[in-house]
């Protein structure tokens, strides 16, 4: 039987990420890895990792 592995070993990472502290306050960043450093380095503990959309650029129409 065949296993599947990957389809692209490129970096993917659609979302940015918002790891929100027990005071109240978050740090927003771009990667998962990013999200994961902040939640073992914070001295304030975390309380949740929030999943978010990129905004998207869309391009202008026309010549």
């Known amino acids: 039987m065949k296993q599947f592995t990957e389809t692209s ?26 999200a994961q450093r902040v939640w073992y380095s914070s001295k304030t503990r975390p309380k949740t990792i929030e999943v978010m959309q990129t905004k998207t650029k869309r391009r202008a129409k026309g010549f």
Do not use: A, C, Q, T
């Open 9 to 34: 070993s490129e970096p993917y990472d659609r979302h940015h990420y918002r790891v929100w502290l027990r005071d109240g306050s978050f740090k927003d960043v771009e990667s998962y890895d990013e």
